[in-house]
T-cell receptor, first 115, second 112 residues
Framework: NAGVTQTPKFRILKIGQSMTLQCTQD?????MYWYRQDPGMGLKLIYY???????DKGEVPNGYNVSRSTTEDFPLRLELAAPSQTSVYFC??????????????FGDGTRLSIL | KQEVTQIPAALSVPEGENLVLNCSFT??????LQWFRQDPGKGLTSLLL?????REQTSGRLNASLDKSSGRSTLYIAASQPGDSATYLC???????????FGKGTHLIIQP
């Protein structure tokens, strides 16, 4: 019953450092998503993927990169960390797009602070 | 651009009460609406998904309704329990967005 697994759970970075947030799912879902949640705000879509080798930008992609080499994994990379990227990051997956009436399943999130 | 609003932002009620959480959205061209529960420090747990052709969905003590034409959804919780304390998020799918569009949530506290 692993579902969507995110690592690490917490991380503190210094400005300008880089890191990769890991996300893996064991449900054989084609569709995967990265969202960020700022305090008191709704989640916003960063990037998404419709299958291995295919990624696309969401609403707030600046400062991030993604890759999708396998169905299971969808890592999110921050190249030059900035204080504005302090947030909670959630990875999600589903069988279909938001137009397919398939629910999205979320990981527990990565809490990231940039100091 | 789709916007989702949840009212109230916070709610505190005694145990046993029935309660209603509200969600409204600006673009009625949605395919579905999903209600989530978020516990502190945890991820989102999907509670109910209503397709645009449906009027309501039920799961245990939870009932979600959808009025697509008026851009409204409600989540009804019957006989509330302290374990229901959490933040409840409403999200819509479709309307031109590639992912779900979320509201800010309703922070619910059930007093024992």
């Amino acid at each position: 019953n692993a579902g969507v697994t995110q690592t690490p759970k917490f991380r503190i970075l210094k400005i300008g450092q880089s890191m990769t947030l890991q996300c893996t799912q064991d449900m054989n879902h084609n569709y995967m998503y990265w969202y960020r949640q700022d305090p008191g705000m709704g989640l916003k879509l960063i990037y998404y993927s419709v299958g291995a080798g295919i990624t696309d930008k969401g609403e707030v992609p600046n400062g991030y990169n993604v890759s999708r080499s396998t169905t299971e994994d969808f890592p999110l990379r921050l190249e030059l960390a900035a204080p504005s990227q302090t947030s909670v990051y959630f990875c999600a997956s589903s069988y279909g797009t938001v137009y397919s009436n398939q629910p999205q399943h979320f990981g527990d999130g990565t809490r990231l602070s940039i100091l | 651009k789709q916007e989702v609003t949840q009212i109230p932002a916070a709610l505190s009620v005694p145990e046993g009460e029935n309660l209603v959480l509200n969600c409204s959205f600006t673009d009625s061209a949605i395919y579905n609406l999903q209600w989530f529960r978020q516990d502190p420090g945890k991820g989102l747990t999907s509670l109910l998904l209503i397709q645009s052709s449906q009027r309501e969905q039920t799961s245990g003590r939870l009932n979600a309704s959808l009025d697509k034409s008026s851009g409204r959804s409600t989540l009804y919780i019957a006989a509330s329990q302290p374990g229901d304390s959490a933040t409840y998020l409403c999200a819509v799918g479709g309307g031109g967005a590639d992912g779900l569009t979320f509201g800010k949530g309703t922070h619910l506290i059930i007093q024992p």
